[in-house]
């Protein structure tokens, strides 16, 4: 579908989508419930914006430690990877609930970027926001005695523990 069909069927992205160059592609892709979208180490080969749904992304360590993320209110996958020159993805998706993703080419998107001073200013503020709460985080930590890191510690594994297997215990 062309920019102006993907504005129309989702209006609520207008103020991001106008800006697309006109020749860029978009299709539509629906994820079930729990299907994994991405796998960290996988080759970008597209851009997807969360349309609807929620995503689950996770990051597994070495040692075996998986990190959870929530997702943002505009999600993209595949955005910050390109923009900084990563040719692969850097941590894992799958769908929380029934996901639909508007979905274009890699290359689509890096034109889109490079073309449209609204869609960099909207990623500048999504990192910026991003970068003010890992700041706030880290600075709050700096502050704590061990005992209370721990305490934090064990209260975010546990919230973590609960995200993750919030669906088993039903």
């Known amino acids: 579908m062309n920019k102006s069909e993907a504005i129309k069927k989702f209006p609520m992205y207008e103020f991001l989508l106008e800006g697309a ?41 070495v040692d075996g430690e998986v990190i959870y993320v929530q997702s943002e ?29 508007l979905c274009m080419t890699k290359d689509d998107y890096i034109n889109w970027f490079d073309n449209d ?29 061990t005992e209370e890191r721990v305490i934090k510690f064990l209260l975010d594994r546990f919230e973590r523990f609960s995200f993750t297997h919030e669906d088993k215990r039903k």
């Open 21 to 61: 160059p006109v020749e860029i592609n978009f299709s539509v892709e629906n994820f079930p419930k729990g299907t994994a979208i991405i796998q960290k180490g996988e080759e970008i080969e597209k851009v997807m914006i969360v349309v609807s749904g929620e995503l689950l992304v996770y990051n597994e360590y």
């Open 73 to 101: 209110d505009v999600s993209f996958i595949g955005d910050i990877e390109l923009i900084s020159n990563q040719n692969t993805y850097v941590c894992s998706v799958s769908a929380k609930n029934n996901c639909k993703l």
């Open 117 to 145: 001073t609204g869609l960099m200013r909207e990623m500048v503020v999504r990192l910026a926001m991003r970068n003010c709460k890992q700041s706030s985080r880290v600075g709050s930590l700096k502050y704590l005695s």
